[in-house]
């Protein structure tokens, strides 16, 4: 390739973005500008809230039959803290104004002045049964009132010590051996810049994700829809240069620019660390950090951030590549967004490991790795695939994006948006099938409805949570069919079909479920931890009443998620792409949708036997039946397990024997090819 | 003599609609049209609006792979159709083909001539040479979004005479320009001729095509319903205005698809 050409472009798509104001601002006003006020900002609240604890008096009034022996410890303590409050790092000093209600007028009414805030507590004590009973009023809805209540209740604790102590020296006894037999101390051996890094990994990871999107998300859309929108596309292709040099130099520069703001970021919030180290050094507080003890894993963090602005780059260019405009690039981006920021919350998830099958797995990956890096984890093997993961990912995004560029249907197509979604209803053409991005739309919301709102519901409400789920996949496809006026016949494929068409599929479904098992055991075998997992919450669904368990396992998701895959995606799908490719991307999808590793083989094989189903009889109905079969086969085996057991001993095992597999699968191919010679008899009849 | 410098054979474009109800319908923007351009020859290509002239120029210009047939050029005595080398000679103007307004006027140029091979020294001394001929001395370092329309006209043609190529394809030149910013472009394509460059271009003007080409070809639904010189256009439909023989063309052709 002719490096003379590339530098040539990059100059030139550098220029051209750098002379964009509003990329600058977004690379340089969030880290350098934003960043510090915002730490500014907050310190500044922090120490206006404190300085007003340290100021402040709590005045308690006292009223006890005690002879004043409460009152005075009160004053012992609060004339403690006047003298030690200043050098207390945790800065709770205050001053007590504690005075007994006996010795001055008592016709007041101190439950009133309590009430008032004209004092914050309200001690009353009384003899009962020889015992002093005291009782302490408070308001909880009045701050100061809630801290002076605590602090009373803090020095009776201590005066009720000391009263302790009294006892059992009258009693002649050592007090201390008495009431400490023991001695414990909590000792942390974690180094100082250990304890830093796992504080500072749980929050940096996220910011430079986030900051790196958002540092290629104005010059991946400025190079990709703003040069369409502006009209230079066509002028640059009348230029002797071959498009995947046009791509390359593209992406160099978007990724470049996605390194220099990430750079700001960590610069800015280095900054902001080492500023904050100084404060804490002048504050006497002797946490003193080796600053130097982190530049491997700086180092290593460079890296990944090198690694992660290519992937990133790459594919907010692929997403934005699509659009006509900035406006249009924008509605683009922000699912992109929602999908990045939600995987980059796993850097929150305590726990939770790097392993080589998470170093694959693109954002979550870099978030982990810096993660470990900050606390000093470096596992060089893991370090290696996440990076070369992160290379290889963006690699193929840009043989996906020259892919587009040579495509004259997306340079020279007409300006009309693929989402329907986001147009005005009215305007919106009657009939038909939701367009791609509509479908992937409606994917990308469920998904995200599932992950938050579905997996409440579930913790919370258990079965019924379930059933809400399944709410949320059938309703968030359903509004959008209906906002953009398809006909729900053809995007949901409720076509009749005849009785052969059902009879296949009964015959095929427990052929496949019987198949499965064999599979499913096999999975257990290799990944023997995540299937114990999958009974657990199985079983504790099926504390339910049989019925409420059939409906909501069995019936619900035969009629949901049939209708969103088999139904809305499979058929925008096929109106897009070949047979075999809307087949397996439908499989994929509902294999990944399950969001489990052991799960996603076993589903998405029956993703595809029932999008073959949808395809072969033109309806979605034989589909629902067979989804329906399969869950509640899974459910009667759950519940029942003694008639299982009983009746058929090879389905309640845990393990299986070689004649077992061979009784299960020979079985399960001839049921399966039975129900498929049915079918295929109806689809010849049909054919004559 | 003049020999054929832009060769055509019957080149065909199908794009695919989205219609209603998921069905694909094929439609044939061009369909069939082969044509040549000879040294020193202004070749104006009229059609009605939709009658596929854009995706014709397009397609000569290497913009977009013909569905069917081929195109190349002559260079001395090579024959070249590879697409990067055809474009390597190619000027090409169309309302599409925007300029970069952050940039100025000579960083534009200085970089396009890059990109067309030519050395740093040369590049620079051809900038000063269209400076001179299209007058852009006193906005050329300002940056193009800052330019009235005709001076960005101007810019747009100081783009396509960067690299000195043998072919120009325009396509709608002066669509909606003032009578000044116009006639610098009639004059521009008047000079190139001179030099014994090939133009091929389109155009709504009925009037300004007559005085300027030197072969006309008429375009409707995709096909070429006639070509000539305007005196033999004229003559063959018996009009003595071109806005009439296109008229009566369309109309026959008309009657002659009911048929």
Same mark, same amino acid.
């Given at each position: 390739?002719?490096?003379?050409?590339?530098?040539?472009? +990059?100059?030139?798509?550098?220029?051209?973005?750098?002379?964009?104001?509003?990329?600058?601002?977004?690379?340089?006003?969030?880290?350098? +500008?934003?960043?510090?006020?915002?730490?500014?900002? /907050?310190?500044?609240?922090?120490?206006?809230?404190?300085?007003?604890?340290?100021?402040?008096?709590?005045?308690?009034? =006292?009223?006890?039959?005690?002879?004043?022996?409460?009152?005075?410890?009160? *004053?012992?303590?609060?004339?403690?803290?006047?003298?030690?409050?200043?050098?207390?790092?945790?800065?709770?000093?205050?001053?007590?104004?504690?005075?007994?209600?006996?010795?001055?007028?008592?016709?007041?009414?101190?439950?009133?002045?309590?009430?008032?805030?004209?004092?914050?507590?309200?001690?009353?004590?009384?003899?009962?049964?020889?015992?002093?009973?005291?009782?302490?009023?408070?308001?909880?809805?009045?701050?100061?009132?809630?801290?002076?209540?605590?602090?009373?209740?803090?020095?009776?604790?201590?005066?009720?010590?000391?009263?302790?102590?009294?006892?059992?020296?009258?009693?002649? *006894?050592?007090?201390?051996?008495?009431?400490?037999?023991?001695?414990?101390?909590?000792?942390?051996?974690?180094?100082?810049?250990?304890?830093?890094?796992?504080? #500072?990994?749980?929050?940096?990871?996220?910011?430079?994700?986030?900051?790196?999107?958002?540092? !290629? #998300?104005?010059?991946?859309?400025?190079?990709?829809?703003?040069?369409?929108?502006?009209?230079?596309?066509?002028?640059?292709?009348?230029?002797?240069?071959? &498009?995947?040099?046009?791509?390359?130099?593209?992406?160099?520069?978007?990724?470049?620019?996605?390194? %220099?703001?990430?750079?700001?970021?960590?610069?800015?919030?280095?900054?902001?660390?080492?500023?904050?180290?100084?404060?804490?050094?002048?504050?006497?507080? =002797?946490?003193?950090?080796?600053? &130097?003890?982190?530049?491997?894993? %700086?180092? %290593?963090?460079?890296?990944?951030?090198?690694?992660?602005?290519?992937?990133?780059?790459?594919?907010?260019?692929?997403?934005?590549?699509?659009?006509?405009?900035?406006?249009?690039?924008?509605?683009? @981006?922000?699912?992109?967004?929602?999908?990045?920021?939600?995987?980059?919350?796993?850097?929150?998830?305590?726990?939770?490991?790097?392993?080589?099958?998470?170093?694959?797995?693109?954002?979550?990956?870099?978030?982990?790795?810096?993660?470990?890096?900050?606390?000093?984890?470096?596992?060089?093997?893991?370090?290696?695939?996440?990076?070369?993961?992160?290379?290889?990912?963006?690699?193929?995004?840009? $043989?996906?994006?020259?892919?587009?560029?040579?495509?004259?249907?997306?340079?020279?197509?007409?300006?009309?948006?693929?989402?329907?979604?986001?147009?005005?209803?009215?305007?919106?053409?009657?009939?038909?099938?939701?367009?791609?991005?509509?479908?992937?739309?409606?994917?990308?919301?469920? +998904?995200?409805?599932?992950?938050?709102?579905?997996?409440?519901?579930?913790?919370?409400?258990?079965?019924?949570? $379930?059933?809400? !789920?399944?709410?949320?996949?059938?309703?968030?496809?359903?509004?959008?069919?209906?906002?953009?006026?398809?006909?729900?016949?053809?995007?949901?494929?409720?076509?009749?079909?005849?009785?052969?068409?059902?009879?296949?599929?009964?015959?095929?479904?427990?052929?496949?479920?019987?198949?499965?098992?064999?599979?499913?055991?096999?999975?257990?075998?290799?990944?023997?931890?995540?299937?114990?997992?999958?009974?657990?919450?199985?079983?504790?669904?099926?504390?339910?009443?049989?019925?409420?368990?059939?409906?909501?396992?069995?019936?619900?998701?035969?009629?949901?998620?049939?209708?969103?895959?088999?139904?809305?995606?499979?058929?925008?799908?096929? /109106?897009?792409?070949?047979?075999?490719?809307?087949?397996?991307?439908?499989? !994929?999808?509902?294999?990944?949708?399950?969001?489990?590793?052991?799960?996603?083989?076993?589903?998405?094989?029956?993703?595809?036997?029932?999008?073959?189903?949808?395809?072969?009889?033109?309806?979605?109905?034989?589909?629902?039946?067979?989804?329906?079969?399969?869950?509640?086969?899974?459910?009667?085996?759950?519940?029942?397990?003694?008639?299982?057991?009983?009746?058929?001993?090879?389905?309640?095992?845990?393990?299986?024997?070689?004649?077992?597999?061979?009784?299960?699968?020979?079985?399960?191919?001839?049921?399966?090819?039975?129900?498929?010679?049915?079918?295929?008899?109806?689809?010849?009849?049909?054919?004559? | 003599?003049?020999?054929?410098?832009?060769?055509?054979?019957?080149?065909?474009?199908?794009?695919?609609?989205?219609?209603?109800?998921?069905?694909?319908?094929?439609?044939?923007?061009?369909?069939?049209?082969?044509?040549?351009?000879?040294?020193?020859?202004?070749?104006?290509?009229?059609?009605?609006?939709?009658?596929?002239?854009?995706?014709?120029?397009?397609?000569?210009?290497?913009?977009?792979?013909?569905?069917?047939?081929?195109?190349?050029?002559?260079?001395?005595?090579?024959?070249?159709?590879?697409? +990067?080398? =055809?474009?390597?000679?190619?000027?090409?103007?169309?309302?599409?083909?925007?300029?970069?307004?952050?940039?100025?006027?000579?960083?534009?140029?200085?970089? $396009?001539?890059?990109?067309?091979?030519?050395?740093?020294?040369?590049?620079?001394?051809?900038?000063?040479?269209?400076?001179?001929?299209?007058?852009?001395?006193?906005?050329?370092?300002?940056?193009?979004?800052?330019?009235?329309?005709?001076? !960005?006209?101007?810019? &747009?043609?100081?783009?396509?005479?960067?690299?000195?190529?043998?072919?120009?394809?325009?396509?709608?030149?002066?669509?909606?320009?003032?009578?000044?910013?116009?006639?610098?472009?009639?004059?521009? #394509?008047?000079?190139?001729?001179?030099?014994?460059?090939?133009?091929?271009?389109?155009?709504?003007?009925?009037?300004?095509?007559?005085?300027?080409?030197?072969? @006309?070809?008429?375009?409707?639904?995709?096909?070429?319903?006639?070509?000539?010189?305007?005196?033999?256009?004229?003559?063959?439909?018996?009009?003595?205005?071109?806005?009439?023989?296109?008229?009566? *063309?369309?109309?026959?052709?008309?009657?002659?698809?009911?048929?």
């Amino acid at each position: 390739m002719n490096t003379k050409i590339i530098r040539t472009l +990059i100059k030139k798509e550098l220029l051209d973005v750098f002379r964009d104001k509003k990329t600058v601002i977004m690379m340089l006003v969030v880290p350098v +500008i934003l960043y510090p006020l915002i730490f500014i900002g /907050a310190m500044q609240v922090f120490a206006a809230i404190s300085s007003s604890m340290e100021k402040q008096d709590y005045r308690i009034a =006292v009223d006890a039959e005690d002879d004043g022996a409460f009152l005075q410890a009160l *004053l012992e303590i609060s004339s403690e803290k006047e003298n030690s409050g200043k050098d207390e790092a945790d800065g709770e000093s205050y001053t007590l104004i504690a005075y007994d209600v006996r010795s001055l007028d008592s016709n007041h009414d101190y439950m009133n002045k309590l009430r008032e805030e004209e004092i914050d507590a309200y001690v009353v004590g009384r003899m009962h049964k020889d015992k002093m009973l005291y009782d302490v009023y408070y308001m909880s809805s009045v701050t100061n009132s809630a801290y002076a209540g605590n602090i009373v209740m803090d020095v009776f604790e201590k005066f009720r010590e000391e009263m302790t102590k009294e006892k059992i020296w009258q009693a002649g *006894l050592h007090a201390s051996e008495i009431l400490e037999p023991i001695l414990f101390e909590k000792q942390d051996i974690s180094t100082n810049e250990q304890s830093l890094g796992s504080i #500072m990994g749980s929050v940096l990871p996220f910011m430079l994700i986030i900051s790196l999107l958002m540092g !290629t #998300m104005y010059p991946a859309i400025d190079t990709t829809a703003g040069e369409r929108e502006r009209g230079t596309l066509e002028t640059i292709l009348t230029l002797p240069v071959a &498009s995947r040099q046009l791509i390359v130099s593209k992406f160099i520069t978007v990724a470049t620019i996605g390194i %220099i703001s990430a750079l700001l970021n960590i610069l800015s919030m280095g900054g902001i660390a080492l500023y904050m180290q100084q404060i804490m050094e002048l504050g006497e507080n =002797v946490q003193s950090f080796d600053m &130097s003890r982190f530049i491997p894993a %700086i180092l %290593i963090g460079i890296l990944a951030v090198f690694a992660f602005s290519l992937f990133i780059s790459a594919i907010t260019m692929c997403v934005t590549s699509f659009a006509k405009s900035y406006k249009e690039a924008n509605n683009y @981006i922000t699912p992109l967004m929602l999908v990045v920021m939600i995987v980059g919350y796993i850097g929150f998830i305590p726990n939770l490991e790097l392993n080589r099958t998470l170093a694959m797995i693109p954002v979550a990956n870099i978030c982990l790795l810096i993660k470990n890096i900050l606390v000093f984890k470096i596992d060089y093997m893991i370090i290696a695939i996440v990076l070369f993961s992160n290379i290889a990912y963006a690699m193929l995004a840009i $043989l996906f994006l020259s892919k587009i560029y040579d495509s004259e249907a997306i340079l020279f197509g007409d300006a009309k948006s693929s989402f329907q979604l986001f147009e005005k209803r009215s305007n919106i053409q009657k009939g038909g099938v939701p367009s791609m991005s509509d479908a992937w739309f409606v994917m990308a919301l469920t +998904i995200v409805l599932i992950l938050y709102v579905g997996s409440m519901m579930q913790i919370k409400y258990g079965i019924a949570g $379930l059933f809400g !789920t399944q709410m949320i996949i059938l309703l968030v496809a359903l509004s959008v069919v209906w906002y953009t006026k398809k006909d729900i016949r053809l995007t949901y494929g409720f076509h009749k079909t005849g009785a052969r068409s059902y009879l296949g599929g009964v015959f095929m479904i427990i052929g496949f479920y019987l198949i499965n098992m064999v599979m499913v055991t096999g999975l257990a075998y290799l990944f023997p931890e995540s299937t114990e997992n999958v009974s657990i919450t199985f079983s504790e669904i099926m504390d339910g009443n049989i019925v409420g368990v059939f409906f909501v396992i069995a019936v619900t998701p035969a009629i949901c998620e049939e209708m969103l895959f088999r139904g809305m995606l499979f058929h925008s799908m096929k /109106a897009r792409y070949r047979m075999p490719v809307a087949i397996g991307a439908v499989a !994929t999808l509902f294999g990944l949708y399950h969001m489990s590793l052991v799960k996603f083989i076993p589903t998405g094989l029956l993703g595809l036997l029932l999008c073959y189903m949808v395809y072969a009889t033109g309806s979605i109905y034989p589909a629902m039946m067979m989804h329906c079969i399969n869950n509640a086969l899974s459910v009667f085996i759950s519940c029942y397990p003694k008639q299982v057991e009983a009746l058929l001993p090879v389905f309640s095992q845990d393990t299986l024997s070689l004649s077992d597999v061979f009784v299960l699968l020979g079985a399960g191919l001839l049921l399966f090819g039975v129900g498929l010679m049915i079918l295929q008899g109806k689809h010849r009849k049909k054919q004559r | 003599m003049s020999e054929n410098r832009i060769m055509a054979d019957s080149l065909v474009k199908t794009f695919t609609k989205n219609e209603k109800k998921n069905k694909k319908v094929e439609i044939n923007a061009v369909d069939g049209i082969s044509l040549s351009v000879k040294e020193g020859e202004i070749v104006g290509i009229l059609g009605a609006n939709g009658a596929g002239k854009t995706t014709l120029l397009r397609m000569l210009s290497k913009l977009m792979k013909p569905t069917e047939g081929c195109v190349s050029i002559r260079i001395g005595d090579r024959e070249i159709s590879d697409d +990067i080398e =055809v474009k390597r000679h190619i000027g090409y103007l169309s309302n599409n083909t925007k300029l970069y307004g952050r940039l100025s006027c000579r960083e534009l140029l200085k970089m $396009l001539g890059t990109l067309y091979g030519i050395s740093d020294e040369a590049v620079g001394k051809k900038i000063e040479e269209i400076s001179e001929v299209l007058s852009l001395g006193n906005f050329i370092d300002n940056r193009i979004e800052k330019l009235s329309t005709g001076q !960005t006209q101007r810019a &747009s043609i100081a783009r396509c005479l960067i690299h000195d190529p043998e072919v120009y394809i325009l396509d709608e030149p002066t669509l909606g320009l003032d009578i000044l910013s116009s006639g610098a472009i009639i004059e521009f #394509m008047k000079r190139e001729r001179e030099r014994g460059k090939s133009i091929l271009y389109s155009t709504h003007y009925m009037e300004e095509a007559e005085s300027l080409c030197d072969k @006309i070809i008429m375009i409707h639904k995709g096909k070429i319903i006639s070509e000539g010189t305007p005196a033999a256009l004229k003559e063959q439909t018996g009009k003595d205005a071109l806005r009439g023989v296109f008229a009566e *063309l369309i109309v026959r052709e008309g009657i002659a698809d009911e048929h």
